[in-house]
């Protein structure tokens, strides 16, 4: 099923842990079951560039990996970590995605995406290759505290540049913003501005949460050691949540400081369709710009009747412009949904959609 955050079909996690080490990683949350000492300890998947292959090797299969956007990135870990120095999964991974016509998202908090720029500029000709890069903020002084194995946050916004130069559709993952050090007004401003000036398409923002156990441990730890002073302010919005969120009121007040910076800015809060719409099929389109009108308005505080269609469209085996008359059988589609599918059928986006995520 297409993801309407990534725009993939596919996912790839090539190490499993992940020497960044970040003192938010929700990857040590017990939930995620990775072994060993987080930071340290790393499973490689030595055996995902074969894998690969056999998957999107068309005679292989009766029926052939539908094509569709491949992320690389991590959910427990980072591709681009550093033992990939050593074992080049990344770059196996996209010879592979290459070889089969696949379009790639790769998504990284480390620099050493640099070194594949020749094999993701053919992909990119190809297909199409996205780079996005993760970040918590663009203070280098707290991301050292905060990401103690990643470039420092500069290094970063000038390969986002980099990127840009090169041809790249790129982003970044401003997620998650760290409460009452890279979220307060001039930090979150500060971030946006800068990647602004690096050339960023979208800024997809998330919120930190901090789950009971492993992760809420290590990252106490790191707070009472470098901003003792806020640990009264975490008290107050961590407090009792299972799935270790923070408080509506401190989401709410931090969501809507970004969604006014990003418009001031003038940069889309989803990736937008005009960067891959020749790229997927018109079911994944349609699915996945549902989705992020879904995301935006709930984001707003305003009711959505677009989510349940986004599901059902993604779940559909016939193209859907065999629907084209017959749309509202659909389960979630009625007529405002309609008018916006009939819409992106004919014209690859929607203007409503197109005015919401700026
Ligand atoms: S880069 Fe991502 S996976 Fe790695 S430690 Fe940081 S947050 Fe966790």
Redesign the pocket.
């Given at each position: 099923m297409v993801d309407s955050w990534f725009v993939a079909r596919y996912g790839m996690n090539l190490y499993r842990g992940?020497l960044?080490?970040?003192a938010?990683?929700d990857?040590r949350a017990e939930g995620y079951y990775v072994e060993g000492e987080f930071?340290k300890d790393i499973e490689v998947k030595i055996n995902a560039p074969e894998l690969l292959k056999k998957e999107l090797d068309p005679t292989r299969k009766r029926n052939p990996m539908k094509k569709g956007f491949i992320m690389i990135g991590?959910g427990?870990?980072?591709s681009y970590?550093a033992l990939d120095k050593k074992y080049e999964l990344s770059r196996n991974v996209l010879k592979v995605v290459y070889q089969y016509d696949f379009p790639v998202h790769v998504l990284t908090?480390s620099t050493l995406v640099k070194r594949d720029v020749d094999i993701l500029k053919e992909i990119n000709k190809k297909s199409r290759a996205f780079v996005s890069f993760?970040f918590s903020g663009v203070d280098d002084k707290a991301c050292k505290i905060m990401?103690p194995?990643?470039p420092s946050a500069t290094e970063r916004l000038e390969t986002i540049s980099f990127f840009k130069k090169e041809g790249f559709s790129v982003g970044t993952f401003l997620m998650p913003v760290i409460p009452f050090i890279t979220d307060l007004p001039d930090q979150l401003e500060n971030s946006i501005r800068r990647f602004k000036e690096a050339g960023v398409d979208f800024i997809i923002f998330g919120r930190m949460t901090l789950k009971e156990g492993r992760q809420q441990d290590h990252f106490y730890n790191v707070l009472k050691e470098h901003y003792p002073n806020l640990l009264h302010e975490y008290n107050m919005i961590y407090k009792g949540n299972k799935w270790g969120g923070a408080s509506y009121e401190y989401y709410n007040s931090v969501n809507s400081l970004f969604l006014d910076l990003a418009k001031k800015y003038e940069i889309p809060i989803r990736i937008p369709a005009r960067l891959y719409n020749q790229f997927i099929d018109q079911n994944d389109l349609v699915a996945v710009i549902l989705g992020q009108l879904d995301y935006i308005l709930k984001q707003k505080g305003q009711k959505s009747p677009y989510g349940y269609g986004a599901y059902s469209i993604s779940q559909l085996k016939e193209p859907i412009a065999e629907y084209r008359n017959k749309l509202k059988t659909l389960k979630g589609v009625g007529p405002v949904t309609e008018k916006i599918i009939l819409e992106i059928l004919e014209t690859g986006s929607s203007k409503y959609y197109e005015k919401l995520i700026t």
């Amino acid at each position: 099923m297409v993801d309407s955050w990534f725009v993939a079909r596919y996912g790839m996690n090539l190490y499993r842990g992940c020497l960044h080490n970040c003192a938010y990683c929700d990857g040590r949350a017990e939930g995620y079951y990775v072994e060993g000492e987080f930071g340290k300890d790393i499973e490689v998947k030595i055996n995902a560039p074969e894998l690969l292959k056999k998957e999107l090797d068309p005679t292989r299969k009766r029926n052939p990996m539908k094509k569709g956007f491949i992320m690389i990135g991590g959910g427990v870990g980072d591709s681009y970590n550093a033992l990939d120095k050593k074992y080049e999964l990344s770059r196996n991974v996209l010879k592979v995605v290459y070889q089969y016509d696949f379009p790639v998202h790769v998504l990284t908090k480390s620099t050493l995406v640099k070194r594949d720029v020749d094999i993701l500029k053919e992909i990119n000709k190809k297909s199409r290759a996205f780079v996005s890069f993760s970040f918590s903020g663009v203070d280098d002084k707290a991301c050292k505290i905060m990401e103690p194995g990643v470039p420092s946050a500069t290094e970063r916004l000038e390969t986002i540049s980099f990127f840009k130069k090169e041809g790249f559709s790129v982003g970044t993952f401003l997620m998650p913003v760290i409460p009452f050090i890279t979220d307060l007004p001039d930090q979150l401003e500060n971030s946006i501005r800068r990647f602004k000036e690096a050339g960023v398409d979208f800024i997809i923002f998330g919120r930190m949460t901090l789950k009971e156990g492993r992760q809420q441990d290590h990252f106490y730890n790191v707070l009472k050691e470098h901003y003792p002073n806020l640990l009264h302010e975490y008290n107050m919005i961590y407090k009792g949540n299972k799935w270790g969120g923070a408080s509506y009121e401190y989401y709410n007040s931090v969501n809507s400081l970004f969604l006014d910076l990003a418009k001031k800015y003038e940069i889309p809060i989803r990736i937008p369709a005009r960067l891959y719409n020749q790229f997927i099929d018109q079911n994944d389109l349609v699915a996945v710009i549902l989705g992020q009108l879904d995301y935006i308005l709930k984001q707003k505080g305003q009711k959505s009747p677009y989510g349940y269609g986004a599901y059902s469209i993604s779940q559909l085996k016939e193209p859907i412009a065999e629907y084209r008359n017959k749309l509202k059988t659909l389960k979630g589609v009625g007529p405002v949904t309609e008018k916006i599918i009939l819409e992106i059928l004919e014209t690859g986006s929607s203007k409503y959609y197109e005015k919401l995520i700026t």
